[in-house]
T-cell receptor, first 113, second 113 residues
Framework: AQSVTQLDSQVPVFEEAPVELRCNYS??????LFWYVQYPNQGLQLLLK??????LVKGINGFEAEFNKSQTSFHLRKPSVHISDTAEYFC???????????FGTGTRLQVTL | DGGITQSPKYLFRKEGQNVTLSCEQN?????MYWYRQDPGQGLRLIYY???????QKGDIAEGYSVSREKKESFPLTVTSAQKNPTAFYLC????????????FGQGTRLTVV
């Protein structure tokens, strides 16, 4: 069975500061990992994904994530956040053999001046 | 433009009534999904379908029903048997060969009054 844990339900950060949103996964087989962003009252938008190859993945809006197999983690980072990054961020996992994504409970990123 | 359209955006229902949420996609995706989102619980899978005239229950199917008569359409009916239907509902679709990457609609917020 696959599962995803997002350790922080909320992360407050000042504008232009760096941020890391944590994600740990559990799966007995190879995984595909994703980060999605959700703005208020909207659907989810794909930020980035790890399918194979380089463990450092770059996505949209200046975000990047690093796949760490030994620590079963896929943390999301941005070196300098903007007010417009305020949103909810979801980590998701799929083993590729299943037909559905398993989502974490989400992390609310609140960027303030 | 290709994408997924959910309608309506807001829906109010009286207790004891069935209500149907619409989801249409023009991405030519074989797989479609319905998720329910509640605060602090992430996204939970209700039903999914990989082919026309076939669908499978997800993690929280009780009180819901779906149909897949056309590839483009995957409507969700919230029945009176659903004890706590007030939530944000998200429809998604994906290609089968890259099942892990899902594209989401803008969501329908259902409120029982």
């Amino acid at each position: 069975a696959q599962s995803v844990t997002q350790l922080d339900s909320q992360v407050p950060v000042f504008e232009e500061a760096p941020v890391e949103l944590r994600c740990n996964y559990s799966s007995s087989v190879s995984v595909y990992l994703f980060w999605y962003v959700q703005y208020p009252n909207q659907g989810l938008q794909l930020l980035l994904k790890y399918l194979s190859g380089s463990t450092l993945v770059k996505g949209i809006n200046g975000f990047e994530a690093e796949f760490n197999k030994s620590q079963t983690s896929f943390h999301l980072r941005k070196p300098s956040v903007h007010i417009s990054d305020t949103a909810e961020y979801f980590c998701a996992v799929n083993t590729g053999t299943a037909s559905k994504l398993t989502f974490g409970t989400g992390t609310r990123l609140q960027v303030t001046l | 433009d290709g994408g997924i359209t959910q309608s309506p955006k807001y829906l109010f229902r009286k207790e004891g009534q069935n209500v149907t949420l619409s989801c249409e996609q023009n991405l030519n995706h074989d797989a479609m999904y319905w998720y329910r989102q509640d605060p602090g619980q992430g996204l939970r899978l209700i039903y999914y379908s990989q082919i026309v005239n076939d669908f499978q229950k997800g993690d929280i199917a009780e009180g819901y029903s779906v149909s897949r008569e056309k590839k483009e359409s995957f409507p969700l009916t919230v029945t009176s048997a659903q004890k706590n239907p007030t939530a944000f509902y998200l429809c998604a679709s994906s290609a089968l060969d890259r099942v892990a990457e899902a594209f989401f609609g803008q969501g329908t917020r259902l409120t029982v009054v």
